[in-house]
């Protein structure tokens, strides 16, 4: 069976650090790889998406990148935290391709703080 | 992308059936009705999805009208554990498969 594994499950950052949060799928090849942000009180928002290795779609302009190193693992990165980069980080899979008959499944998330 | 519009809030009663409601009246005819939930601090939990028909599994039983307008998220048996934010979402055809979240409805069970 598929599982997919986020870390770390919490994070404390200062204003102007760097950041790392990876993904990783296991037990399926080529998937779709996404990475969502929940700010406090808010809905889900998509940030990128990705259909193949070193493929990464941005879906709105910010301080954070995305990379695809491997077929199955998906970084979140950024340079310098803002304060506004605070929030629950969510990584998700779905089979590769265009299936809109398959659903994306999600991990247990990454809660960031900036300080 | 095709809108989607659920209730804020509902509340439900232990044991009782929880029918959460969403209306999808711009959705067209190759696009997919999700339902996700997700439970405080935790990531969306895929219940159910569908096209035309109705859809029923281990979770939950999903209600699509005719007209496709609409759908019903029907919870059997609601336990505390149901309470939850569900977010009815319409899966467009777009590049990257992915899913748009609305604002969704936060369930409350009550003892």
């Known amino acids: 069976s598929q599982t997919i594994h986020q870390w770390p499950a919490t994070l404390v950052q200062p204003v102007g650090s760097p950041l790392s949060l990876e993904c990783t799928v296991e037990?399926?090849?080529?998937?779709?790889l996404y990475w969502y942000r929940q700010a406090a009180g808010r809905g889900l928002q998509l940030l990128f998406y990705?259909?193949?290795?070193?493929?990464i779609s941005s879906e709105v302009p910010q301080n954070l990148s995305a990379s695809r190193p491997q077929d199955r693992q998906f970084i979140l990165s950024s340079k310098k935290l803002l304060l506004s980069d605070s929030g629950f980080y969510l990584c998700?899979?779905?089979?590769?391709?265009?299936?809109?008959?398959?659903?994306?499944?999600f991990g247990n998330g990454t809660r960031l703080t900036v300080t | 992308d095709a809108k989607t519009t659920q209730p804020p809030s509902m509340d439900c009663a232990e044991g009782r059936a929880a029918n959460l409601p969403c209306n999808h009246s711009?959705?067209?005819?190759?696009?997919?009705v999700y339902w996700y939930r997700q439970i405080h601090s935790q990531g969306p939990q895929y219940i159910i999805h569908?096209?035309?028909n109705n859809e029923t599994n281990e979770m939950a039983s999903l209600i699509i009208t005719e007209d496709r307008k609409s759908s019903t998220l029907i919870l059997p048996h609601a336990t505390l554990r149901d309470t939850a934010v569900y977010y009815c979402?319409?899966?467009?055809?777009?590049?990257?498969?992915?899913?748009?979240f609305g604002e969704g409805t936060q369930l409350t069970v009550n003892p």
């Open positions: 979402i319409v899966r467009v055809r777009t590049s990257g498969s992915r899913l748009t």
């Open positions: 990705s259909v193949g290795i070193g493929q």
């Open positions: 998700a899979w779905s089979v590769p391709g265009y299936s809109y008959n398959s659903p994306l499944h």
């Open positions: 569908g096209l035309k």
């Open positions: 711009t959705i067209s005819g190759n696009e997919y």
């Open positions: 037990g399926t090849s080529n998937p779709n």
